[in-house]
């Protein structure tokens, strides 16, 4: 090295430093890790003081570190130590009611001009694979799919290659949400129709708050119904859209506007 350079535990300080795949850190890495976060000191390369952690560090792992314990391929001093907090994330097919709304999310990221409509059969057959990749492996089929047919009117099995994967399961449940075809069209032509059903459940609930309330901005409105900024936005443009709701005060920013109900919108 030609000059100072900071690590992942400095750069991360008075912050996070997250820890992804760590199932895959060699032993030696892991003992290192260990005395990090016993003694919450860390040396940088070529340095003879030591420092202070000052970072809060979040570890993800694909596999049960507990059983890479029983194995001998994780060192069991640092799993109690970072074991301190748990959360467990299901699997994409313990949860298939998320399917089509990753979907409608992956798709909107695309960024074209105009989206395509999936059919109901192509919904059906994506609630029933079981993703073995999880969400990595539907965003790249999304993705894969618009690359090739985006330009198509509707998206059917024919567009998948998962027709032929064995990796479906026969049993799983066909539910109202995974088998309705949703149409996905540009924000600038019409609303998304139909919308999910947790979309439908969130315009509504905008449009009481802002029956509430008066006027609300998009963090404001974000902040009552506990859900992502995308989500809001999106609910947003669809009401905006139909004529229900209007952006007053506005600036180049949603967040910094301000929403009310449109003169049209019946109270």
């Known amino acids: 090295a030609v000059r100072n350079r900071k690590g992942a535990f400095e750069l991360a ?3 996070t430093l997250f820890l992804d795949e760590l199932e895959s850190m060699p032993l030696p890495a892991q003992a290192l890790l260990l005395r990090v976060l016993e003694n919450g000191q860390f040396r940088p390369l070529g ?14 792992s694909n596999q049960p570190l507990d059983q890479l314990v029983s194995k001998g391929v994780f060192r069991q001093d640092l799993y109690y130590r970072l074991d301190r907090l748990t959360i467990q994330i299901p699997p994409l ?3 298939r009611s998320d399917i089509p709304l990753l979907i409608q999310h992956f798709i909107e990221k695309t960024g074209l001009s105009k989206f395509p409509q999936l059919s109901a059969s192509l919904l059906d057959l994506y609630c029933r694979y079981d993703w073995p990749g999880n969400v990595r492996e539907l965003k790249n089929e999304i993705e894969r799919v618009m690359t090739f047919f985006g330009s198509c009117d509707i998206l059917d099995t024919q567009h998948t290659r998962l027709s032929t994967d064995p ?4 049993s799983a449940p066909k539910s109202p949400l995974m088998i309705q075809p949703v149409l996905y069209t ?3 032509s019409t609303p998304l129709e139909p919308a999910p059903p947790m979309a439908e ?3 509504k609930v905008i449009l009481d708050l802002l029956r509430s309330h008066g006027r609300l901005t ?3 409105l974000t902040r009552h119904l506990r859900c992502h900024t995308s989500s809001t936005r999106r609910s ?6 139909a004529g229900l709701v209007q952006r007053i005060e506005t600036s180049a920013n949603l967040r910094t506007s301000y929403f009310v109900l449109s003169e049209r919108n019946p109270s």
């Not at 990796?167 to 026969?170: A, H, N, P």
């Open 47 to 60: 340095s003879s003081q030591s420092r202070q952690l000052k970072a809060r560090i979040i570890a993800a």
């Open 201 to 203: 459940e969130r315009d």
């Open 167 to 170: 990796g479906f399961s026969d």
């Open 186 to 188: 540009s924000h600038t």
């Open 93 to 95: 097919r313990a949860r």
């Open 13 to 15: 300080s008075n912050g």
């Open 218 to 220: 998009q963090q404001q």
């Open 236 to 241: 947003l443009r669809r009401l905006m859209t």
